[in-house]
């Protein structure tokens, strides 16, 4: 049993900065592969950033390139994803989530267990 829990998020002006974390409660957790996802309203629910767990290898959408930062600390273990120079389009409610198994990290198919949301709205 894998258990999330998001915290971090708020409300912040353009051009700010929010530091998302993700706790995971679970016994001997060695995972493939932890992502952030979010999803706006309206809108379907999109990847952020990811980051396989072992080598610590990331990926990050074009949207968040150069200003979000996704990281991992084995030994709580808990995933943060930093946040700067926010925009109003990064606006939704973010989700944090992790793949067991080998696979395409940038999908949500695979993913098994996710968090309850956090969200996020950046004022203009």
């Known amino acids: 049993q894998v258990q999330l829990v998001e915290s971090g998020g708020g409300l912040v002006q353009a051009g700010g900065s929010l530091r998302l974390s993700c706790a995971v409660a679970?016994?001997?957790?060695?995972?493939?592969?932890m992502a952030w996802f979010r999803q706006a309203p309206g809108k379907e629910r999109e990847i952020v950033a990811a980051?396989?767990?072992?080598?610590?290898?990331?990926y990050y959408a074009d949207s968040v390139k150069g200003r979000f930062t996704i990281s991992r600390e084995n030994a709580k273990p808990t995933m943060y994803l930093q946040m700067n120079s926010l925009k109003p389009e990064d606006t939704a409610v973010y989700y944090c989530?992790?793949?067991?198994?080998?696979?395409?990290?940038?999908?949500?198919?695979?993913?098994?267990?996710w968090g309850q949301g956090t969200q996020v709205t950046v004022a203009s």
């Open positions: 679970a016994r001997a957790f060695s995972p493939y592969a």
């Open positions: 989530a992790v793949r067991r198994t080998i696979g395409l990290i940038t999908s949500t198919r695979g993913y098994e267990h």
């Open positions: 980051i396989r767990w072992s080598e610590n290898n990331t």
